[in-house]
């Protein structure tokens, strides 16, 4: 039972384009939501957060927006640079769950931004 | 930047070997986690602990796995014995409180002969 998906295993755009990275779940329990960008031999990066208290978290060329009816968030990159070439994965957690510190992710996008 | 610190980077074994992963937390992060990244499953929680003490370890294999820290800087993940189809990357996240982003090592590439 995948809770987090990530229905598209890659996407390819050009560079000063916009990114769009989708992401859905199943938990409506789930109400901390994150991005983590991961290159090759590297550990993930954390990117940007959401809290499910809103809608949409900014931060420079990245927004990640959250649409709690539909259980559905999305990453936007503007502009789209070659360096955000990696694997992007969706993480949900419990931020109100206790002692509940588990990440559950999604299985990543590759994206891949053409010069 | 304060990093997650993994040991060793890759390891190559054969089947039926003992294997030691360690991990070295960001200094102060009070919450150490051990994913297990496939290709089929993607990334996986193993186990996680707080102040040192295990909080959930439901997604390890407890036959064969065992995760324990020692002290603050130090969290091992071992196999006994090892087995083919645990050939996969295996990554340390620490963390601070919950709400906070988990900080990723890079990761022990560990293939079972």
């Known amino acids: 039972d995948q809770q987090v998906k990530q229905n598209s295993p890659s996407l390819s755009v050009q560079e000063g384009r916009i990114s769009i990275l989708n992401c859905d779940y199943t938990?409506?329990?789930?109400?901390?939501f994150l991005w983590y960008k991961k290159y090759p031999a590297e550990g993930p990066t954390f990117l940007i957060s959401i809290s499910s208290i809103k809608d949409k978290n900014e931060d420079g060329r990245f927004t990640v927006f959250l649409n709690k009816s539909a259980k559905h968030l999305s990453l936007h990159i503007v502009p789209s640079q070659p360096g955000d070439s990696a694997v992007y994965f969706c993480?949900?957690?419990?931020?109100?769950?206790?002692?509940?510190?588990?990440?559950?992710f999604g299985k990543g996008t590759l994206l891949t931004v053409n010069p | 930047d304060a990093r997650v610190t993994q040991t060793p980077r890759h390891k190559v074994t054969e089947m039926g070997q003992e294997v030691t992963m360690r991990c070295q937390p960001i200094?102060?992060?009070?919450?150490v986690f051990w994913y297990r990244q496939t290709m089929m499953q993607g990334l996986e929680l193993l186990a996680y602990f707080r102040n040192r003490a295990p909080l959930d370890d439901s997604g390890m294999p407890k036959d064969r796995f065992s995760a324990e820290m020692p002290d603050a800087t130090l969290a091992t993940l071992k196999i006994q014995p090892s087995e083919p189809r645990d050939s996969a990357v295996y990554f340390c996240a620490s963390g601070l409180v919950q709400g906070q982003p988990q900080h990723f090592g890079d990761g022990t590439r560990l293939s079972i002969l």
């Open positions: 938990n409506s329990m789930f109400d901390y």
């Open positions: 200094l102060g992060h009070n919450t």
């Open positions: 993480a949900a957690s419990f931020l109100s769950g206790g002692s509940n510190y588990k990440l559950t």
